[in-house]
């Protein structure tokens, strides 16, 4: 596809949207960032991404942008939410933006999230940059199904819970990423990974084996459909233009871009 056929095409489909930034805070060293943008506030979905630029080009016109899962949407305000993490260079330039600034943000539309109908308890568990994505999922979620969500990552840099709803049971470790699978590995009979329904996870891919090889040994079953994973990891273009986020699958390489971010954990190839 030609570069000029491919613009076409994405606006054709919508990607692009101006959302205004409504309010500014900082909770502890994350920001949090809530825009106004009431087309996307109502399709926007668990697991979805923005790319985001400051200029307002409603193209591809700059390219490499910002990648940030939304934290939150809410349709009838016509608001979403945003979680930043201001170590991550690619989203300095998002740091200190005065309220009332104008985002052009490109939202792809990818594969998110697939809650199953029979689903009771809900087991949401991840690290790093998918964490506004499990906000957003445990939010959706909340009141409807049992929803669990384990936390993990540096002191002041994990999702505070009163962002949740107090119905979801919130349990939070800041002695850094790995320390979310010692919340996993639990010796009582309340392990979260034997009793949820359905898990899903948020990690980058150096964890995937571990999990996999966790879950292998908690469950006595694990069926197609048990585990989604969120993969974290650079989305330079987030158009499957430069093929930076490919993963090996058992249905060949994938972009997580564009056929991901969310893919069924037994689709992935593993390390042996």
Known sequence: MQWNQLQDTCLKMQLYYSATIQEYRQFEHLIWIRLVAPPLARTVRPGQFAMISQRQTHSLDPLLRS????????????????????????????????????????????????????????????????????????????GKLNVSLLMAGDDGFVPPPFLLPTTVEVQISSAGASALFDLLTTTTD?????????????????????????????????????????????????????????????????????????FDLRDLRLPA
Do not use: K, M
């Open 67 to 142: 990648a940030v899962f939304f934290a939150g949407a809410d349709p009838n305000s016509g608001t979403l939410e945003l979680l930043i993490d201001p170590r991550d260079p690619t989203l300095t330039r998002l740091v200190d933006l005065p309220e009332g600034t104008i985002l052009d943000l490109g939202v792809p539309s990818v594969n998110t999230c697939t809650i199953n109908p029979t689903t009771q308890t809900l087991l949401l568990a991840g690290v790093g940059s998918t964490l506004p994505a499990l906000v957003f999922l445990a939010r959706r979620y909340a």
């Open 190 to 262: 309340q392990n979260p990974l034997r009793w949820a329904d359905q898990i899903v996870l948020g990690l980058p891919s150096l964890f995937v084996s571990r999990a996999a090889s966790l879950i292998r040994t908690t469950r006595l079953r694990w069926d197609h459909g048990l585990v989604q994973v969120i993969l974290a990891g650079s989305l330079p273009c987030g158009l499957g233009i430069c093929r930076v986020c490919q993963i090996e699958t058992r249905q060949g390489w994938q972009r997580r871009c564009v056929e991901g971010p969310v």
